[in-house]
């Protein structure tokens, strides 16, 4: 065999694989790129670290329904994990979320431990979820009862409560809890409804500002009463609302009753927040209305104070 024969040989193998290594690095950056653009989706998808969507991708060979299913799986793991180690840490902080329907209205009230995590997108998703499935347990179990229906929800009632996704909410606590870091609780819930000719009168003190189907804030209101001049209900509702956020009454009273002074806390003896001069008795006169039941929450407050 010439020299002549064996180097050429020689660099024609060597060309060969030059150019099976080039073809396979270039497959390698088309699947580097198709990598990337699987993270910036799976990381708008669920909102987990960068570090965790490249570990599920990783580990699901780029399967993206599988990466989120299991990142979803570990944050409910690593959620109640936290929550647990969280427990009996104080959360006084939150916020009130009130949800207005048809002829219904819930009013919530969720805790945090501090005002920072309050302002939190989260956890304000969090309030209008536990608002949301409030309403539809209260409409699931009432829905043959007529008349005038309320529900009040604490403890173990309001952490069974399934949320649209079919989750528990206890569930979604503790998922939350894990990805704000805080201890959370939900801490009680109120639905009402009413027949077509009463009425049912709101106000959220505080409020959180781009929160539009859910109404959030640090005091809130419901407030039942017939009558009120024809379409000048939702104004006479807000403004008893108000009274009753700023009054703090805790029971309803007779129209006839005399005021007993600035220590008066039954509601209709009051004098009125919106005018001074009257009582919220005399004010509902001249409303031709009558207020017929009522519920106050205010965030934080403890159980001496909700009982004043």
């Known amino acids: 065999m010439s020299f002549t024969f064996l180097f050429r040989t020689i660099t024609r193998d060597l060309a060969k694989v030059n150019t099976c290594h080039l073809q396979s690095l270039h497959t390698g950056l088309q699947l580097l790129a198709a ?11 669920t909102g987990y670290t960068f570090i965790n969507c490249k570990k599920a991708l990783m580990k699901f060979d780029n399967d993206l329904t599988q990466a989120e299913t299991w990142l979803n799986e570990q944050a409910q793991k690593e959620g109640w994990n936290k929550a647990n180690k969280l427990e009996g840490r104080k959360a006084k902080e939150g916020l009130i979320g009130l949800f207005m329907g048809d002829k219904a209205a819930v009013m919530v009230e969720v805790n945090c431990e501090t005002d920072f995590v309050a302002r939190n997108e989260k956890f304000q998703q969090l309030v209008k979820e536990v608002a949301l499935a409030t309403l539809a347990h209260h409409r699931n179990k009432t829905q043959s009862q007529g008349g005038y229906v309320k529900s009040v929800l604490v403890g173990d009632e309001l952490n069974k409560l399934s949320l649209e996704a079919g989750a528990s909410l206890s569930d979604r606590v503790a998922l939350t809890i894990g990805r ?65 956020v700023g009054e703090s009454p805790v029971s309803l009273g007779n129209m006839d009753d005399l005021p007993c002074g600035e220590s008066e806390t039954r509601l209709l003896p009051q004098t009125f927040l919106g005018d001074p001069s009257r009582t919220v008795a005399q004010f509902l006169k001249g409303q031709q209305a009558r207020v017929l039941d009522f519920v106050r929450f205010q965030c934080g407050e403890t159980a001496s104070e909700e009982a004043k």
């Open 35 to 45: 990598d990337k653009s699987l993270l910036m989706k799976l990381r708008k998808n």
């Open 180 to 244: 704000l870091g805080e201890n959370l609780s939900v801490r009680r819930a109120v639905a009402v409804g009413v027949p077509a000719e009463w009425n049912i009168g709101s106000y959220v003190h505080g409020g959180v500002s781009g929160q539009t189907e859910v109404a959030m804030g640090r005091y809130g209101a419901l407030v039942v009463f017939q009558g009120g001049e024809e379409g000048e209900q939702e104004v006479l509702g807000r403004k008893l609302g108000q009274h009753i």
